[in-house]
């Protein structure tokens, strides 16, 4: 039986405001659960307008407190979980390991065993590409083994073994694993983005802002991979396609019991200077670049295999680069400083337990 009532951890976040809205208009009660630690709750009167459909409750809360946590879970009858609540930052993660192991491990086991606590046993988990590492050439499915070489993708392969482990052990558990590569892009009504805090430390965030004209040019991170033009490539997903792969995936919860992880991308790569000329071209002017060393921890190339969730489930990626090269700047044109501009009166009023 399909779900009915499902709670978001980190609903407020770039991927999970995108999937409340999907959510929302396919008639799901939603409750979400944030401590808004990278975003704001601002974003609810975005999601609640575009969808035309409020969300039951917000709740500013740290998974990690299983007090708070557990009162949420006392309050509604939640029938599954979409957790993407985690730090996410690959560079930020090697200079604060125990930050990001303890936001995302910790905040893993805590909801896992609020969830048991109150007999709720149906999770889809955001996973990550950069749990396969350096994997070579080719798109990768599922059976690449994991070998994660930063603390953010080793926090989120950990979190991948011990769903996988508790759905061994405990036949209740359905937990469905999605394996994001490079989500990228914006709602179509120029509403809902990426808004990150401060500077962007990823590609198509700062792309628009340097043809925004508030960062002066692209720094391109290495042109001497061995790739066509020499910069990395990956795989860039519209974040609409990601937020819709949710909903199919909280579909397909009741096909059987167990852990099951799908790799969510287009199935074909793109380099820095493809995805820079995309973006020009959706813009219509320049944007400047100059080449400088490789970011630590970069890999050459990262392509997903999307075929499993296809067969499994019928879900494929519809939307292009040029869509989402599109979509992200209409976001940024509407609004130059993130959701900080919006103005007061329509500020969410967020509950507390
Ligand atoms: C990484 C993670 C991904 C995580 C995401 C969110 C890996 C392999 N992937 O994606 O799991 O969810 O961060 O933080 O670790 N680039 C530039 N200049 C810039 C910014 C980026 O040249 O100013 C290049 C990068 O070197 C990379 C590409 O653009 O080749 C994409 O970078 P980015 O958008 O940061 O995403 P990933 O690092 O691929």
Redesign the pocket.
């Known amino acids: 039986m399909r779900p009915t009532t499902i709670l978001l951890t980190g609903g407020a976040g770039f991927i999970g405001s995108h999937t409340c809205v999907d959510l929302l208009q396919h008639d799901f009660e939603l409750i979400v659960v944030d401590n808004f630690a990278n975003s704001t709750p601002r974003v609810f009167t975005r999601v609640e307008r575009l969808a035309d459909r409020l969300i039951d409750a917000v709740y500013d809360v740290d998974i990690r407190d299983r007090q708070a946590l557990s009162a949420v879970f006392d309050r509604h009858s939640v029938d599954a979980v979409v957790h993407f609540a985690a730090r996410?930052?690959?560079g930020e993660s090697t200079r604060m390991p125990v930050e990001y192991y303890d936001t995302n491990i910790g905040g893993t086991t805590s909801l896992l065993r609020t969830m048991h606590e109150h007999g709720v046993h149906q999770l889809v988990f955001s996973s990550?590409?950069?749990i396969y590492g350096d994997a070579g050439r080719g798109p990768l499915d599922e059976t690449t083994p994991a070998r994660p070489t930063?603390p953010?993708?080793a926090s989120k392969w950990t979190c991948e073994q011990l769903l996988a482990d508790v759905c061994r052990r405990c036949p209740e558990f359905t937990v469905l694993c999605l394996r994001?590569f490079?989500p990228v892009g914006a709602h179509p009504s120029g509403l809902l983005g990426e808004a990150p805090c401060g500077t962007p430390?990823?590609?198509?965030p700062?792309l628009a802002q340097v043809a925004a004209g508030r960062l002066d040019r692209?720094?391109?991170?290495?042109d001497d991979y061995d790739t066509p033009d020499g910069?990395?490539i990956?795989d860039y997903l519209h974040v609409m396609d990601t937020a819709e792969a949710h909903r199919v995936a909280l579909e397909h919860l009741a096909d059987g019991p167990g852990m099951h992880a799908f790799n969510l991308g287009v199935g074909s790569g793109r380099t820095?200077l493809e995805?820079r000329a995309a973006f020009e071209a959706a813009c219509g002017r320049p944007i400047p670049y100059r080449v400088v060393d490789r970011?630590p921890?970069?890999?050459p190339e990262?392509v997903a295999d999307p075929r499993a969730v296809e067969r499994a489930w019928g879900w494929r990626a519809t939307r292009d680069l040029a869509d989402m090269c599109q979509d992200a700047w209409r976001f940024q044109q509407h609004n130059p400083h993130g959701y900080a501009g919006w103005a007061r009166r329509h500020e969410y009023e967020g509950a507390t337990p």
């Not at 430390?201 to 198509?204: H, K, P, Q, R, Y």
């Not at 692209?218 to 290495?222: A, D, E, H, K, N």
Request: aromatic residues 12%.
């Open positions: 996410k930052a690959v990550s590409c950069s930063n953010y993708a994001y490079n430390g990823n590609l198509v700062y692209l720094s391109v991170f290495g910069t990395a990956r820095v995805v970011r921890g970069d890999v990262l």
